[in-house]
């Protein structure tokens, strides 16, 4: 019997929930540019598993899938260290949930595995959503005064580290209990944003942030959450930026930095670095026609957030930005060093910097004359006041 063989047989003696753990864990692994040798065999034959339906995200039981539904709209299937305060690693979820069934509340877990299976059984949704909600309210209060004391904060810590070694799987914990709380205005807020975003100009964007305002009030800690929506509405993923740009003081880093969603920064930067890492792996399966669409994507990313935001090269924002577009640059020279110089590469065409074409230079200074005038007109009203 070859390693491969003994290993498997060793699996199938743990639990499938273990065993979805191990999946979630070597997949966060891969997605985090980790290569485990020997691990492509294994990581197939629990796919195959768990997966069998070929979707990208892992078959939840019914059980935890009811649960964990509030979630959906704000989970990511990429590494759960690329997950910002407003977005939840699908890959911690399985962690979290047998944390809560085996340490944090396993009597209540077992009886609410048992209702809702029943009521699986008896095809009677409805019912079964008004258990989770319950066991939800439950597992909200006792996370409550778990985290209210340092003690009870790192037992926490402890005990779920024994089922994933993420460094952001207890972050992720926060954050479902944030949605969780905060469920029901949030729900609000998204039934009131447009369908789709094409074009988040001044009008739609003052529009939005009236809303965002609101929630702010309310639910100060469901903002990123709100924002995350905002995002998944938008037809051009950057256009998010703007919703910290439209409400600064100037365009400069620092007072972008100083709006209530600055955060929507850092969002289309975590959207550039999900990019990179989809540009890896379509470059490593040879899927050239979605790696130009993707590097197309990721340039017009970058140019916006550079021309948006005044030395944002001294910002942190600017240093990660630079830190993201050199590994990308890594990946593209290493993919076009593999053809002759004299066949070249589309992924070294220049069309893909559509900024550097006649009608992208026009629109910089079209950008560049705009922001003029604007900072011209708030001068002069400056002045006027003065006098």
Not at 121 to 136: H, T, V
């Amino acid at each position: 019997m070859g390693e491969i063989e003994q290993l498997w047989e060793f699996l199938q003696k743990l639990t499938p929930l273990s065993r979805s753990c191990l999946l979630s864990e070597l997949e966060r692994l891969e997605l985090c540019g980790i290569d485990m040798p020997g691990s492509a065999d294994i990581v197939s034959k629990l796919r195959a598993e768990f997966r069998k339906d070929g979707s990208t995200a892992a078959r939840a039981n019914n059980p935890s899938r009811y649960f964990f539904a509030p979630l959906e709209r704000f989970l990511i299937d990429g590494a759960p260290e690329h997950a910002n305060s407003g977005r939840i690693s699908r890959n911690t979820l399985t962690p979290i949930w047998e944390w809560i069934c085996r340490d944090l509340l396993p009597t209540m877990a077992r009886d609410y595995i048992k209702a809702i299976t029943d009521l699986t059984d008896a095809n009677d949704p409805k019912e079964a959503l008004k258990i989770a909600s319950m066991f939800q309210t439950k597992v909200v209060k006792v996370l409550e005064n778990t985290l209210a004391t340092p003690d009870g904060d790192e037992l926490a810590r402890t005990k779920l580290g024994q089922y994933t070694a993420s460094r952001t799987a207890f972050d992720d914990v926060i954050k479902i209990l944030q949605v969780l709380r905060s469920h029901d205005a949030l729900m609000k807020f998204n039934a009131k944003l447009p369908e789709r975003i094409g074009k988040l100009d001044d009008s739609q964007a003052a529009k939005v942030t009236a809303l965002l305002d609101a929630i702010r009030k309310s639910h100060p800690n469901a903002l990123p959450f709100a924002i995350a929506l905002v995002a998944r509405r938008l037809q051009t993923s950057w256009h998010l930026i703007r919703l910290a740009t439209k409400s600064a003081a100037s365009k400069s880093a620092k007072d972008v930095a100083a709006t209530p969603y600055a955060i929507a920064v850092l969002m289309a930067l975590d959207q550039l670095d999900d990019k990179r890492l989809a540009l890896r792996v379509a470059l490593k399966h040879n899927r050239v026609l979605v790696a130009r669409d993707l590097l197309a994507d990721i340039y017009d990313t970058e140019y916006a957030l550079r021309v948006r935001i005044d030395d944002i090269e001294q910002s942190e924002w600017g240093v990660r930005l630079q830190q993201l577009m050199d590994a990308i640059s890594a990946l593209v020279a290493a993919e076009v060093s593999r053809f002759p110089a004299n066949v070249g590469h589309i992924l070294g065409s220049r069309r893909l910097r559509s900024n550097q074409s006649l009608t992208g230079k026009l629109t910089y200074l079209a950008w560049k004359g705009r922001d003029a005038v604007t900072d011209g007109a708030a001068v002069f009203r400056k002045l006027i006041g003065q006098t």
